[in-house]
């Protein structure tokens, strides 16, 4: 007994060291991109309390290595640096517009020491440490025909891998961001092409050819169209001396740099709006603008208003009607119900007036005949009964 009670006590000691001790459960890993890529390296410790992480860079080689702490907005803000301390630590660093001189050596360092940040007094326990290597190299050249596409209705994109040091696996292009599952291969070529057969606002956009090279490998091709310009609603309703509110969007690649409005007379731009005045107000984003106008009048602001969107391709326009209603407009309808009511009562009433003398006429002709009839038959009963007694 006094075995196992012994046994017990070291195991449960055991459990309240490993309990207390920082241990990884993600390390960071090794990577490599091309100048211009991004790279992110996470790391994942436990421990009790929740320890603390953070990240280093070393240069050089031993002994001559250098250690620097790396913070959020270091090295021209390209340095972003997440954590988290909830049930345990975890902690990622994010590096962006990669150059040759980020590449190295970046350290995840952890440590629950509660004097592991005292300059004065050695800490009691060690910060563990847990390194990966960042290469950063030459991006390999890819010629692309054409380099660009502008207003065009149709075109083929193609992609040359120059450098055939890297093995290829296979190759695809995106849109936008979106992986075009059509154009997807496997073969092992230095080449790609993507055909293009007809050309919209929705196909507009950033198209990129990518190389399954290790670091990927890939080019960007910009397809450029014509603004597409369309009102929210084409008609918009308002009451007198409120504010009528319309919405133009706009779609395509690259958006609108201008937006402008103009109240439309006779098919013809009439009067300008600039939204500097009380009257109107206009606010502008490259997809969407807004024009408010302010105490509407009937006179002068029911119309057709053009929105206007220009790049550098050129400008294209929609309208929207404006109808402006009286601030008594809402009162009609129940003024008609009420006439109507006011009617119906009426002819009621008439119909009644007219009907009841006829009835009450019929009423007494149906009455006298029973009333003297009885009036016979209760003489011949006195008379019987008179008789009858004599």
């Given at each position: 007994m006094k075995l196992l009670w012994a046994v017990s006590a070291l195991l449960l000691g055991c459990l309240r060291v490993d309990a207390s001790t920082a241990g990884f459960i993600q390390s960071p890993m090794s990577q490599m991109k091309l100048i211009g890529d991004s790279a992110?390296?996470?790391?994942?410790?436990?421990?009790?309390?929740?320890?603390?992480?953070?990240?280093?860079?070393?240069e050089g080689d031993e002994p001559d290595e250098t250690f620097t702490q790396l913070f959020g907005g270091a090295r021209d803000d390209r340095v972003q640096i997440n954590a988290t301390y909830a049930a345990h630590a975890t902690s990622a660093v994010r590096l962006t517009r990669l150059g040759l001189n980020d590449s190295g050596t970046y350290e995840c360092r952890a440590s629950n020491d509660p004097d592991r940040n005292e300059l004065k007094k050695a800490p009691k326990i060690k910060w563990i440490r847990s390194q990966a290597n960042v290469i950063v190299i030459e991006s390999p050249t890819i010629l692309t025909e054409p380099s660009e596409v502008s207003n065009q209705t149709s075109a083929v994109l193609h992609c040359n891998l120059t450098d055939a040091t890297l093995p290829i696996s296979g190759s695809h292009w995106t849109h936008n961001g979106k992986v075009i599952e059509d154009s997807k291969s496997e073969a092992a070529v230095p080449h790609t092409a993507l055909r293009l057969d007809k050309i919209t606002y929705t196909s507009g956009g950033k198209y990129e050819c990518v190389f399954l090279t290790e670091p990927q490998a890939k080019r960007a091709i910009e397809v450029k169209t014509l603004p597409h310009v369309a009102a929210y609603k084409h008609s918009e309703h308002g009451n007198e001396q409120d504010k009528g509110v319309m919405v133009c969007v706009s779609h395509g690649y690259p958006l609108p740099i201008e937006w402008t409005w103009a109240k439309v007379g006779e098919g013809s731009l009439v009067s300008s709006l600039n939204g500097t005045s009380d009257k109107y107000?206009?606010?502008s984003t490259p997809n969407k603008t807004t024009l408010?106008?302010?105490?509407?009048?009937?006179?002068?602001?029911?119309g057709y208003y053009a929105c206007?969107?220009?790049?550098?391709l050129g400008t294209n326009r929609d309208q929207i009607q404006l109808r402006v209603r009286s601030r008594l407009a809402a009162l009609w309808p129940f003024l008609g119900i009420v006439a109507e009511v006011i009617i119906l009562v009426t002819i009621i009433f008439i119909y009644e007036k007219r009907r009841k003398p006829d009835e009450i006429t019929d009423d007494d002709d149906s009455g006298a005949a029973p009333l003297k009839?009885?009036?016979?038959e209760n003489h011949k009963d006195k008379t019987v009964r008179q008789r009858n007694s004599n």
């Open positions: 992110e390296l996470h790391c994942e410790v436990i421990g009790n309390p929740v320890p603390e992480v953070q990240w280093w860079f070393i107000e206009i606010k408010t106008i302010n105490d509407l009048s009937i006179e002068n602001d029911i206007s969107g220009t790049n550098e009839s009885n009036s016979s």
